[in-house]
């Protein structure tokens, strides 16, 4: 079944290719990767090199390797999709009809669904935990208890986080509603400023620590991971956001703004904070600097806490609005055609409600490592159809003329995840290869192979 769509009820371009006359300002556009590039997980990684918690880690010029080998690799991907959406200026569940098929494409489109909610899930607890940590809880009210369900190691929700986490992740589907502009607002006004706290409160965590003499002194015993490994955090913690990065990117007015977006995020932002988290990890034992900001006077609690809010805001805007660009399609291919607005409501709710009960503390670490196992052969068919087979030329008239499955891209993909999977928890690759890159590289192999040898 083809979608049918009212362009005027689809100013976001849910269903159908942005026009050129609706580009947006390449400066704002860049911002938007500022705000979104600046999450949790950027410090979070720079925990788990550091070896956080008195895990494997590895030392400082392994995990500066790390950085750059995963970062350059997500630059790579995320341009390579970004100039297939700027040029074609459809949205992910639309330019992977082309390599999936019309139907085909809810495979790899229901995952990225999956995955964007519950990111939207994760990010709205980050926020309702940092502020449950600041006000702390007069209330002495436990809402949910982890504990309960077998996770005696979590700290019990209290009424503090519960609305905190309730209150924000409603504000955020608010923004996300409104679309793409909103994403523009928050992040233009937030994202110098998130920036700059960043390197100043990770110099003073330095500080703290020593100087950069205690800082190396204590990196001494850091060992255990190994390169590859480093490599698969790195990208396993943003692989998802490359591929969401699709939907942002088709409003671009050129390929210079998709460049200009991919090096604000992965060699600007995100290496920040990956080694502002490693400093903070090995300095003073806390990777996220929020949590030490609140130790230190209310001036920088409350600064602190502004901030993340903040950021995270501008990640979990665009975690919720590509979220309904999946969910749309989707149901839209079966006759079910909602509007994007109400796919906004819907997953913001179901996602306010996840997060305030405890998913981000209880699952957070698994849901990454689980990203950064399946997440990149979604990838493959896609960069292998657009580059290798169809050579940079889509005819947009054939949009909804697409076959419902291409078996190519369905198979690649299975098989790429797989593997992944395989490689992930059974059989390690030789040299501490990095498998999210290596099973990325063989879907897209495999695609051009079986594109010449199946018909569908």
Request: proline share 4%.
């Given at each position: ?14 269903l ?123 209330s ?6 982890p ?6 190691g ?10 905190s ?55 001494k ?5 190994g ?16 591929v969401m ?29 990956n080694?502002?988290g ?8 806390q990777?996220?600097y ?65 997060g ?66 395989v ?34």
């Amino acid at each position: 079944m083809g979608i049918t769509q009212d362009v005027a009820n689809d100013s976001e371009r849910m269903l159908s290719p942005v026009p050129t006359s609706e580009r947006r300002p390449t400066f704002n556009q860049i911002m938007v990767w500022v705000g979104f590039g600046y999450v949790v997980t950027g410090l979070f990684v720079g925990g788990v090199l550091a070896g956080f918690g008195n895990k494997p880690g590895v030392s400082p010029s392994t995990a500066l390797w790390a950085i750059a080998i995963g970062m350059g690799s997500l630059s790579i991907i995320t341009a390579l999709l970004g100039i297939a959406a700027q040029k074609t200026g459809l949205s992910l569940a639309l330019i992977s009809r082309y390599s999936y098929g019309k139907k085909g494409a809810n495979l790899p489109i229901i995952i990225m669904a999956l995955l964007t909610l519950g990111w939207f899930a994760s990010i709205t607890g980050m926020v309702g935990q940092i502020w449950g940590s600041f006000i702390g809880s007069p209330s002495q009210i436990i809402v949910f208890d982890p504990a309960n369900i077998g996770y005696g190691g979590i700290a019990p929700i209290t009424l503090e986080v519960f609305l905190s986490c309730f209150i924000f992740g409603i504000i955020f589907t608010i923004t996300a509603y409104i679309g793409i502009k909103a994403l523009e607002a928050i992040a233009i006004p937030v994202g110098p400023i998130i920036l700059i706290i960043a390197i100043v409160v990770g110099y003073g965590m330095l500080e703290e620590g020593g100087g950069l003499g205690a800082f190396f002194e204590k990196t001494k015993d850091i060992k255990g991971l190994g390169l590859g490994s480093a490599i698969t955090v790195v990208v396993g913690s943003w692989i998802a956001g490359a591929v969401m990065g699709v939907d942002l990117f088709r409003f671009n007015k050129s390929v210079k703004a998709v460049i200009a977006g991919v090096l604000a995020c992965f060699i600007f932002t995100n290496p920040l904070l990956n080694i502002v988290g490693y400093i903070g990890a090995v300095s003073v034992g806390q990777f996220n600097y929020v949590e030490w900001m609140l130790t230190k006077s209310l001036l920088l609690a409350v600064v602190g806490v502004i901030a993340w809010t903040a950021s995270l805001w501008t990640t979990n805007n665009a975690e919720l609005y590509c979220n309904s660009l999946y969910t749309g399609p989707v149901l839209s291919s079966y006759g079910i055609n909602l509007s994007r607005k109400t796919l906004v409501l819907i997953a913001g709710v179901l996602g306010t409600i996840l997060g305030s009960l405890a998913f981000y503390q209880i699952f957070f670490a698994d849901f990454i490592t689980i990203l950064g196992t399946f997440a990149p052969p979604l990838a493959g068919p896609i960069i292998a159809d657009y580059y290798l087979v169809k050579k940079q030329n889509y005819d947009l008239e054939n949009l909804n003329k697409e076959p419902d499955y291409h078996m190519a891209g369905i198979l690649s993909f299975v098989i790429g995840a797989i593997l992944g999977f395989v490689f992930q928890y059974f059989l390690p690759l030789p040299f501490g290869l990095p498998s999210g890159l290596i099973e990325l590289i063989i879907t897209i192999e495999i695609y051009t192979i079986f594109k010449k040898n199946i018909k569908k």
